[in-house]
T-cell receptor, first 113, second 113 residues
Framework: DARVTQTPRHKVTEMGQEVTMRCQPI?????VFWYRQTMMQGLELLAY????????DSGMPKDRFSAEMPDATLATLKIQPSEPRDSAVYFC???????????FGNGTRLTVT | GESVGLHLPTLSVQEGDNSIINCAYS??????FIWYKQESGKGPQFIID?????DKRQGQRVTVLLNKTVKHLSLQIAATQPGDSAVYFC????????????FGQGTELSVKP
């Protein structure tokens, strides 16, 4: 089964450090989404791409978060500088488009101390 | 719905019984819905989807019912098993964000042996 791959699975870092999370979407999928999940907020949409172009990143704190797709096989989410409130599980998901389900990776659990 | 909060609705069922998980939506223009299952430590996993030109769709042990009149859908799990214990989300690409997949609060299903 094809799957979305996220690395690292776990990341512990100190406040102020840069964090980069990576995602390899399923080959051939043309949409990529980044979500953040916390107990307080549930699943929050951060950003999404279609055909590698960013369509919406209104869910991201612009001053510290950035999302990119350097190529069709890699999506990155970067936090600089990280803060304790960024502690969460970050999920990447990919899909074909509107009338198809997204497929999720198993997430990166980020802890900022 | 797209509400979030500290406490998930919960459903507790006896192993072997049928489970029904409900979801309401608000956008009359919503025409595609997806159910996901999320187990602890994993990303949401696609279960079944339905388009608005259908009232019912069946999968393996699962059935989704869509009532467009009252903007309600439900997920029915037949002969619930311990492995079905998870949080279940309905998702709607239209929601109130136009094209971005927004998740509801989720329902935590517990299966008693």
């Amino acid at each position: 089964d094809a799957r979305v791959t996220q690395t690292p699975r776990h990341k512990v870092t100190e406040m102020g450090q840069e964090v980069t999370m990576r995602c390899q979407p399923i080959l051939g999928h043309n949409t990529v989404f980044w979500y953040r999940q916390t107990m307080m907020q549930g699943l929050e949409l951060l950003a999404y791409f279609r055909n590698r172009a960013p369509l919406d990143d209104s869910g991201m704190p612009k001053d510290r978060f950035s999302a990119e797709m350097p190529d069709a096989t890699l999506a990155t989410l970067k936090i600089q500088p990280s803060e304790p409130r960024d502690s969460a599980v970050y999920f990447c998901a990919s899909g074909w488009g509107y009338y198809s389900p997204l497929h999720f990776g198993n997430g990166t659990r980020l802890t900022v101390t | 719905g797209e509400s979030v909060g500290l406490h998930l609705p919960t459903l507790s069922v006896q192993e072997g019984d049928n489970s029904i998980i409900n979801c309401a939506y608000s956008n009359s223009a919503s025409d595609y819905f997806i159910w996901y299952k999320q187990e602890s430590g994993k990303g949401p996993q696609f279960i079944i989807d339905i388009r608005s030109n259908m009232d019912k769709r069946q999968g393996q042990r699962v059935t989704v019912l869509l009532n467009k009149t009252v903007k309600h859908l439900s997920l029915q799990i037949a002969a619930t098993q311990p492995g079905d214990s998870a949080v279940y989300f309905c998702a709607d690409p239209k929601g109130n964000q136009g094209g971005k997949l927004i998740f509801g609060q989720g329902t935590e299903l517990s299966v008693k042996p």
